[in-house]
Each structure stands twice: as structure tokens, then as C-alpha cells.
């Protein structure tokens, strides 16, 4: 069964941290791009970083940059979304995808989603 997950989502304060990651079964997300992406309650899907799986040059979006850091682990299979500097307007559903194309790409290029976990930054 195919399936990626990811973990790591809470409560964090404002200027706190959170490390999310993003695992699958059924196959490796080394061999794909890996994006996160956000929605806030009321929000559109948008996307915060991606990883490329040729290159693994990154993206971030402007609201993250110098904040949030990706990287991957591929002996152990598993892209992680550091999350420094976390403020209020962070809080979301953070979903995990992967897909083949570059990075970043719509969200409609990717193949494989989670199941979202929810980052709540809040005193």
C-alpha cells in the first residue's frame, strides 16, 4: 500500500520550533520531489518548500524563507521541514507530497499525499 505520512505537528509557541517529517510505505521518496504544503482554516493551499530529487536544491516561499529549512535523509527515507522562528500566521495543516517534476510545481503535479498534520503557534 502506498502511503505517505507525516509527523511532528503540535503546539508551539511564538519564536518556538517544530520539526515535521514525511515518510512513506510502499515505496522510496528518494527517487521524488518532495513538497510541503499549508492551509490555514478559511486559506488556500499553498506551498511552503520543496526538495528536488535530481539536484536536491530547494524552495522556499517568501513567508518561510529564512525560517523554515527542508532537507532529506535518504538512508532513512524521510524529507523533514524545520521550523524555526514559528509565528502565529503558521498555524495550518502541513501536508507532505510527492511527485516527479521540479521544484516547486503546482500542487497538481503531485502524485502521493499525506494525511496533513496540524501546526498550531499560539501563547
Known amino acids: 500500500q502506498v502511503q505517505v505520512v507525516e509527523s511532528g505537528g503540535g503546539l508551539a509557541q511564538p519564536g518556538g520550533s517544530l520539526r515535521l517529517s514525511c515518510t512513506a510505505s510502499g515505496f522510496s521518496l528518494n527517487y521524488y520531489t518532495i513538497a510541503w504544503f499549508r492551509q490555514a482554516p478559511g486559506k488556500e493551499r499553498e506551498g511552503v518548500s520543496c526538495?528536488?530529487?535530481?539536484?536536491?536544491?530547494?524552495y522556499y516561499a517568501d513567508s518561510v524563507k529564512g525560517r523554515f529549512t527542508i532537507s532529506r535523509d535518504n538512508a532513512k527515507s524521510t524529507v523533514y521541514l524545520q521550523m524555526n522562528s514559528l509565528q502565529p500566521e503558521d498555524t495550518a495543516v502541513y501536508y507532505c507530497?510527492?511527485?516527479?517534476?521540479?521544484?516547486?510545481?503546482?500542487?497538481?503535479?503531485?502524485?502521493?499525499w499525506g494525511q496533513g498534520t496540524q501546526v498550531t503557534v499560539s501563547a
Open positions: 507530497a510527492a511527485g516527479f517534476y521540479g521544484c516547486p510545481a503546482p500542487s497538481g503535479k503531485y502524485n502521493y
Open positions: 526538495i528536488s530529487r535530481r539536484d536536491t536544491s530547494t
